[in-house]
């Protein structure tokens, strides 16, 4: 059973920076496409970065284009979100997930088939 957990989430300032990991179990990490996404209060969960499983290619919401960074570290089963330049408007519920084909994932949350519990991300103004 695939399981992923997220850490790293806390309280801001605008301007700051936030480093995000998620800890993937279950099957072999490697082998799948990761992304990241975010829910804030009253709003429909958005796409914010995805990555390939060799880390190799990657995409990003054009909100956070230029500030944010994902990365993974498949020996380490963990996918990363370093978040610099944080604004007020980033404040969310941020999300890992990952699918079962291979295939880079898109924007579309319903491409994506396990999901982590979430970390809170408050960037205060």
């Known amino acids: 059973q695939v399981r992923l957990v997220e850490s790293g989430g806390g309280l801001v300032q605008a301007g700051g920076s936030l480093r995000l990991s998620c800890a993937a179990s279950?099957?072999?990490?490697?082998?799948?496409?990761m992304a990241w996404f975010r829910q804030a209060p009253g709003k429909e969960r958005e796409f914010v970065a995805a990555?390939?499983?060799?880390?190799?290619?990657?995409s990003y919401a054009d909100s956070v284009q230029g500030r944010f960074t994902i990365s993974r570290d498949n020996a380490k089963d963990t996918m990363y979100l370093q978040m610099n330049s944080l604004k007020p408007e980033d404040t969310a519920v941020y999300y890992c997930?990952?699918?079962?084909?291979?295939?880079?994932?898109?924007?579309?949350?319903?491409?994506?088939?396990?999901w982590g519990q979430g970390t809170q991300v408050t960037v205060s103004s």
């Open positions: 279950g099957r072999t990490f490697s082998s799948y496409p």
């Open positions: 990555i390939s499983w060799s880390g190799g290619t990657t």
């Open positions: 997930a990952t699918r079962s084909y291979r295939t880079l994932g898109g924007r579309n949350r319903n491409e994506y088939d396990y």
